[in-house]
């Protein structure tokens, strides 16, 4: 059940025109950076977007421009852990890394403790009003937010085609909490 939607979802956001992602991301954008959340967030582990994910590129440089610290996320494929590094200039700390995603070169790894984010932007394929969501399968997210001792909010940002009535929930799974589209603020419960 779980792939067919994915699979769905995919299919339909890779659907998207370059200037409707632009665009629905820009909207999203808009509704984040006044959302209480971000504003009293210092730390925000932010995704670097692919394959017409909601675009980051403009949340990063707004976050870096107002003076929050900006982390991203490091998959380590062999322990299907996350780490998270902090961003200072995209332009020049990225290149491309596991599975195609932008991630930081190795000179420019500042390693952080996840204890010390304050927020967490989380991708996904697929998303119910429950802040259940499908990802692209690895569990990184479910698995960093199972091994957490501290409770980190996390808003996942998505396109309201990406929006389905249920997920099939399995027992691993973590919720987000809260999720923003272009239209709306969903408050998960």
């Known amino acids: 059940m779980k792939d ?56 990063i440089q707004y976050f870096l421009s107002v003076g929050k610290n900006v982390m991203v996320p490091i998959s380590i494929p062999s322990t299907k852990q996350m780490q998270f590094s902090q961003l200072l200039d995209p332009a020049q700390d990225l290149i491309t890394g596991n599975y195609g995603i932008l991630e930081p070169k190795q000179d420019a790894m500042r390693i952080v403790d996840p204890n010390s984010l304050d927020l967490i932007l989380v991708p996904g394929v697929a998303f119910d009003s429950h ?38 929930m399995d027992p691993f799974d973590h919720p987000v909490d809260y999720i923003i589209t272009e239209t709306r603020i969903i408050a998960c419960k």
């Open 4 to 59: 067919q939607i994915r699979k769905e979802k995919l299919s339909i956001r890779k659907a998207l025109t370059a200037e409707e992602v632009e665009n629905k991301s820009s909207y999203i954008f808009l509704q984040l950076k006044k959302f209480f959340l971000v504003q009293e967030a210092k730390n925000i582990s932010v995704y670097v977007d692919f394959r017409n994910e909601v675009k980051t590129n403009q949340i």
């Open 131 to 168: 802040g259940y969501r499908i990802g692209y399968g690895g569990g990184y997210y479910d698995r960093f937010f199972s091994q957490q001792n501290k409770k980190i909010p996390s808003i996942a940002l998505a396109f309201d085609l990406q929006i389905v009535e249920e997920i099939p």
